[in-house]
């Protein structure tokens, strides 16, 4: 029994020292699972700690690239100002040279003698409608009678072309005669107002109911002393104009001759104003026969000296259009009475 108590103890105590054994590998295994559990969390917690890092790292980079995609949109957006500045500064500085050039460019006065007909606002608008292309002008309107017409007035202030109105009565005593010179005390009056006002720049005729191309303008604008031109649908040979060979002039072309030394249509030359200043007698004359080359044959200007702007007399660039009005019994039957309350008693004003 003892024995086998023995054996029992001894087996007991290597079950036990076993158990132990197993107990302290057990406890070893544990400790160092345990160990490698703690090796993983901190493995994992570095992993954890380092994924943070970099998080906090992308972050930042986020962060410095969002700053210097701000920076960059700035930079931008400053260059895009300065750039527009610079644009802004060009355009500006475009307009300043535009403008002087305009201001550089000597100025035309037109002189156009007008008076009350059927055709009269027809005439006058277009050639608003015409004047108003042309740069660095100034219009001198000349009224055959007593009052301004109220329509020609707003017409004029409606164009936006500088303009004087002046009133221009024909004289009584030309009134009713044989050929009377229509047109030519509104003729005197601008020239008078123009040496009165002025000492540079270009004067030049334009009548109502002629019909122009504005490069016309821009030809006899550097005018020096005289220059002429064609000018067509005069008399019946079509064409008023000077005849040139070999870039001279040797005689002229025109339905009406006469005795005339500048056998010219009143819409073919231009006189400088520095040139009518200096020569303070020169003129037209009222008479018919004598007023459309009196002016510049009282310039005392010989033929050589006379330009012709419009190259070599070659091309037309005013025409004697004229307008007819055929209908002008329709227009006064307007006047009736039954018509006072309506627009038409309006329009009849207008139109007389």
């Given at each position: 029994?003892?024995?086998?108590?023995?054996?029992?103890?001894?087996?007991?105590?290597?079950?036990?020292?076993?158990?132990?054994?197993?107990?302290?590998?057990?406890?070893?295994?544990?400790?160092?699972?345990?160990?490698?559990?703690?090796?993983?969390?901190?493995?994992?917690?570095?992993?954890?700690?380092?994924?943070?890092?970099?998080?906090?790292?992308?972050?930042?980079?986020?962060?410095?690239?969002?700053?210097?995609?701000?920076?960059?949109?700035?930079?931008?957006?400053?260059?895009?100002?300065?750039?527009?500045?610079?644009?802004?500064?060009?355009?500006?500085?475009?307009?300043?040279?535009?403008?002087?050039?305009?201001?550089?460019?000597p100025?035309?006065?037109?002189?156009?003698?007008?008076?009350?007909?059927?055709?009269?606002?027809?005439?006058?608008?277009?050639?608003?409608?015409?004047?108003?292309?042309v740069?660095?002008?100034?219009?001198?309107?000349?009224?055959?009678?007593?009052?301004?017409?109220?329509?020609?007035?707003?017409?004029?202030?409606?164009?936006?072309?500088p303009?004087?109105?002046?009133?221009?009565?024909?004289?009584?005593?030309?009134?009713?005669?044989?050929?009377?010179?229509?047109?030519?005390?509104?003729?005197?009056?601008?020239?008078?107002?123009?040496?009165?006002?002025?000492?540079?720049?270009?004067?030049?005729f334009?009548?109502?109911?002629?019909?122009?191309?504005?490069?016309?303008?821009?030809?006899?604008?550097?005018?020096?002393?005289?220059?002429?031109?064609?000018?067509?649908?005069?008399?019946?040979?079509?064409?008023?104009?000077?005849?040139?060979?070999?870039?001279?002039?040797?005689?002229?072309?025109?339905?009406?001759i006469?005795?005339r030394?500048?056998?010219?249509?009143?819409?073919?030359?231009?006189?400088?104003?520095?040139?009518?200043?200096?020569?303070?007698?020169?003129?037209?004359?009222?008479?018919a026969?004598?007023?459309?080359?009196?002016?510049?044959?009282?310039?005392?200007?010989?033929?050589?000296?006379?330009?012709?702007?419009?190259?070599?007399?070659?091309?037309?660039?005013?025409?004697?259009?004229?307008?007819?009005?055929?209908?002008?019994?329709?227009?006064?039957?307007?006047?009736?009475?039954?018509?006072?309350?309506?627009?038409?008693?309006?329009?009849?004003?207008?139109m007389?």
């Open positions: 029994m003892s024995v086998h108590y023995t054996q029992s103890l001894v087996a007991d105590s290597q079950t036990q020292k076993t158990h132990k054994t197993r107990k302290t590998h057990k406890t070893r295994k544990t400790q160092k699972t345990q160990k490698t559990q703690k090796t993983h969390k901190t493995r994992k917690t570095h992993k954890t700690h380092k994924t943070h890092k970099t998080h906090k790292t992308h972050k930042t980079h986020k962060t410095h690239k969002t700053h210097k995609t701000c920076k960059t949109q700035k930079t931008q957006k400053t260059q895009k100002t300065h750039k527009t500045r610079k644009t802004h500064k060009t355009h500006k500085t475009h307009k300043t040279h535009k403008t002087h050039k305009t201001h550089n460019i100025t035309i006065y037109i002189i156009t003698p007008t008076y009350g007909r059927p055709a009269h606002m027809a005439d006058m608008t277009r050639l608003a409608s015409t004047l108003m292309l740069k660095n002008i100034k219009w001198i309107v000349a009224e055959d009678g007593d009052n301004y017409n109220p329509f020609i007035k707003d017409l004029l202030e409606h164009s936006g072309i303009f004087v109105y002046v009133l221009a009565k024909m004289p009584v005593k030309y009134r009713a005669t044989n050929n009377e010179p229509r047109g030519v005390a509104g003729r005197l009056a601008g020239l008078q107002w123009v040496r009165e006002h002025y000492a540079e720049g270009v004067v030049y334009a009548d109502d109911d002629n019909s122009y191309d504005i490069r016309i303008f821009e030809e006899m604008r550097w005018t020096h002393g005289v220059s002429m031109w064609p000018v067509g649908l005069v008399t019946a040979l079509g064409v008023s104009t000077p005849i040139l060979q070999d870039g001279k002039w040797i005689d002229w072309y025109d339905g009406w006469a005795k030394k500048y056998a010219v249509d009143m819409a073919g030359f231009a006189v400088s104003v520095k040139l009518l200043n200096e020569v303070s007698t020169a003129n037209l004359l009222v008479r026969s004598l007023r459309i080359d009196s002016l510049p044959l009282s310039l005392y200007v010989s033929r050589n000296a006379v330009g012709s702007p419009v190259c070599e007399c070659n091309k037309v660039y005013v025409w004697h259009t004229q307008t007819r009005v055929k209908h002008t019994v329709t227009v006064h039957t307007l006047e009736k009475s039954k018509y006072d309350s309506t627009n038409l008693r309006e329009l009849w004003k207008f007389v």
